[in-house]
């Protein structure tokens, strides 16, 4: 990854609007978001450069800093601007945005000023139903039969809302919410679970885990079962080692 980022530094300057901040996400999903990165130094200098950015790619670029722990008064600035203005209409911005501001308000303690329109659009987008991805009936087989076991017991809820969140399933006894990986949307489940962790909830938090795609794609082909109950109590071994 780092010897690719090479080749992308010296052309920064030319990329659209759209394309660098696609740039910046595809950062993220490799972690490689922050001051130590060229690549990501190069990426947020010319953001802050570039004339008419879309209210969509400001959302996005300040979900970028918050996922890689980056609270600067410039990024507070920019995100505080997109709420000042009209809402946003769609539900991917609307996710990122609530991130955003979950994360200066946990995380940063720096809350943002949120006007009741935004507030409202933002809680709808996330207690949208979403779609299933292609391995979550998959998963859901595995996790029927792991609730017959002692440590499962009560089963796993699908579809389940926790606080501003809609997870894949929730084991409400353990307070053990899962996102099942989709192959397009790697990573982008991060700074959700590092905030579902940070919410009290009548004292207890929540633990978060997600079911990686590749993970899952090595597991099916053997005994998905045994790994899925390892990987949902958080053994090592289940990361990239089916």
Not at 13 to 34: P, Q, T, Y
Not at 158 to 171: K, M, N, R, S, Y
Not at 182 to 188: A, F, N, Q, S, V
């Amino acid at each position: 990854v780092d010897d690719l980022t090479v080749g992308v530094e010296a052309a920064v300057a030319d990329l659209s609007n759209w394309r660098l901040v696609r740039v910046m996400k595809a950062l993220a999903a490799v972690d490689r978001v922050g001051d130590r990165f060229p690549l990501w130094r190069r990426c947020a200098t010319e953001f802050t450069t570039r004339q008419n950015m879309s209210a969509a790619r400001v959302v996005t670029a300040t979900w970028v800093h918050c996922y890689g722990k980056i609270w600067s008064e410039n990024v507070r600035t920019m995100a505080q601007e997109v709420l000042d203005g009209e809402v946003l209409s769609n539900r991917v911005s609307l996710l990122e945005m609530l991130e955003v501001t979950l994360s200066f308000e946990l995380e940063a303690g720096q809350p943002l000023n949120i006007g009741p329109d935004w507030r409202a659009a933002m809680h709808d987008a996330a207690l949208e139903p979403q779609v299933d991805n292609y391995f979550v009936s998959e998963v859901m087989l595995c996790l029927d039969q792991l609730a017959d076991s002692e440590d499962w017991q009560g089963g796993f809820q699908p579809q389940a809302t926790v606080g501003p969140f809609i997870f894949d399933f929730l084991h409400e006894a353990t307070r053990t919410c899962i996102t099942v990986e989709g192959l397009y949307c790697r990573r982008t489940h991060i700074l959700k679970h590092r905030l579902i962790q940070r919410m009290d909830f009548d004292g207890e938090p929540h633990r978060a885990v997600v079911i990686g795609y590749w993970d899952w794609n090595r597991a099916r082909t053997g005994d998905a079962q045994e790994w899925l109950g390892r990987a949902l109590k958080g053994d090592p071994r289940h990361l990239g080692d089916s």
